[in-house]
């Protein structure tokens, strides 16, 4: 019977081939997968943003945070492009690049780290590349920029182009003309559009995924199990859709906080609360343990009139890479609605399916007051 299917050894061998051909391919398929899933699960971790499509990055036994202290080496590089041209679009000036890194979001930096991290580095460029893809080649960037400096020597690189919004998630290696480097690369758009974009991006740059929103009624439901969040819909900090400071969650990660700056809320007790903006040693978030190295972040926003609840740190997947913050709503809803519903104000109490009980008990421009009690102690 075989002979007849497979009359000629040949034929039988070229079956085989095609069988190992197939073996490896789908062995190569499978473990591309393999890590894909491994980031989803924060264990290692991917990139993301704007259209955000997916780069790899490097893969950690924890999360892709890392603290992030003191000057961080910083190179803008400027390409313009055929692409550009033929679009008419223009790209942004070096000294407008400047300001836009080197002042604005530096400023921004420093104010929400408390002074403990900031930007320094200069702007090369503008090169030209001869291309009408959007997109180009990171090797390409290194090949121009690598011969007015030494790339090993930058912590941060940021490239104004045609190439479309993202940023790595903190930093990972690159090969260069200079040799392995490691920094974090992050790509804008190629005008002057500042602001929430370049927080956005630079968040990711330092290490940040989204800030969610918990789609589920946190009062019937252990943080645990809530695994539906909404992607980068947080409303109040530049990794969801705001233009403040980034939450007390991250900053937490990054280790932006002093001991003094971050309370770990472990027995029953009035805890005092600091706006999140103010650059002082006082509290700026109260953690709530939940167990499994799981907290509630309780921060206060100015001027909002009441206290904001995260869950974090939690890995969601979704779009960009997932969220690894939660914004949630203490009266149970599970759609974003105006943001003013989202605090929890004075005289009200948040009780969680854990026995966790957390109200505010006063807060004016200067401090809040919350009362957190563990039922089931
Ligand atoms: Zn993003």
Known sequence: MIRQVYPDRWFAWTIAVIFIIFLVTWGAVERYSIELDAANDGVATAILTSTESQISSESESTRNIKPTFGIQRTLVVLVN?????????????????????????????????????????????????????????????????????????????????????????GKQKFTTPDGEAYFSIMYNDYTDDVGYPLSHEFGHSLGMMHTGFLRCDMRNTRANDCQISSEAAGPFDPMGVGTGHYTAAYKDLIGWFSPQQAIIAKNNGIYRLEPLETNSNGPKTIKVPLGDNLYYYL???????????????????????????????????????????????????????????????????????????????
């Open 299 to 377: 921060e206060y926003r100015q001027p909002y009139d009441g206290v904001l609840l995260y869950v974090s740190p939690k890995h969601i997947s979704g779009w960009g890479g997932g969220s690894e913050v939660h914004l949630f709503n203490p009266r149970g809803q599970t759609e974003l609605e105006l943001i003013t519903t989202h605090t929890l104000k004075v005289g009200e109490t948040f009780t969680d399916s854990n026995g966790i009980k957390i109200s505010v008990v006063k807060a004016n421009s200067v401090r809040a007051s919350v009362s957190v009690r563990f039922l089931k102690q």
């Open 81 to 169: 492009s055929s692409y550009l041209v033929s679009h008419n679009l223009r790209l942004i000036s070096k000294e407008r690049a400047r300001d836009a890194v080197f002042n604005r979001t530096n400023a921004f930096i420093s104010e929400n780290s408390y002074g403990k991290t900031s930007m320094k580095g200069r702007v090369v460029g503008p090169y030209f590349i001869d291309t009408n893809d959007p997109e180009i080649d990171n090797s390409k960037i290194f090949e121009l920029a690598a011969k007015d400096v030494d790339l090993l020597k930058y912590d941060r690189v940021i490239v104004f182009s045609s190439v479309s919004s993202r940023s790595t998630v």
